[in-house]
């Protein structure tokens, strides 16, 4: 049904600039939010930033606020997450994420989603 593909990942030096693309393939019915998601070896995974259908309202995580984006491209079917002056703690796999909403749902929250991609490593030397 729903699969999620991302890309954009790369070898970075801190201060540099990426730009992931998700890419949904399927239909998801009614309101709905996608999210990126990361996790370095050894970490949580921890939430990243998060866009709504149709609203559009966004959230970001402490740390990436600032200096992450997350856009939407409706005719494409993408979300993208522009990430400007990137640190050595932004190294981790990152994950694309999709879920139905509904009132009082956290975004931030990754055991809320229902769809996951593979994940496009990224890498910031310091």
């Known amino acids: 049904q729903v699969q999620l593909v991302e890309s954009g990942g790369g070898l970075v030096q801190a201060g540099d600039s990426l730009r992931l693309s998700c890419v949904r393939s399927g239909r998801i019915v009614g309101s709905y939010a996608m999210g990126w998601f990361r996790q370095a070896p050894g970490k949580e995974r921890a939430f990243v930033a998060a866009i709504t259908w149709p609203g559009g309202y966004t959230k970001y995580a402490d740390s990436v606020k600032g200096r992450f984006t997350i856009s939407r491209d409706n005719a494409k079917n993408t979300v993208a997450l522009q990430m400007n002056n990137l640190k050595f703690e932004d190294t981790a796999v990152y994950l694309c994420?999709?879920?139905?909403?509904?009132?009082?749902?956290?975004?931030?929250?990754?055991?809320?989603?229902?769809?996951w991609g593979q994940g496009t490593q990224v890498t910031v030397s310091s």
């Open positions: 994420a999709a879920t139905r909403t509904e009132y009082g749902l956290s975004v931030d929250a990754y055991d809320n989603y229902d769809y």
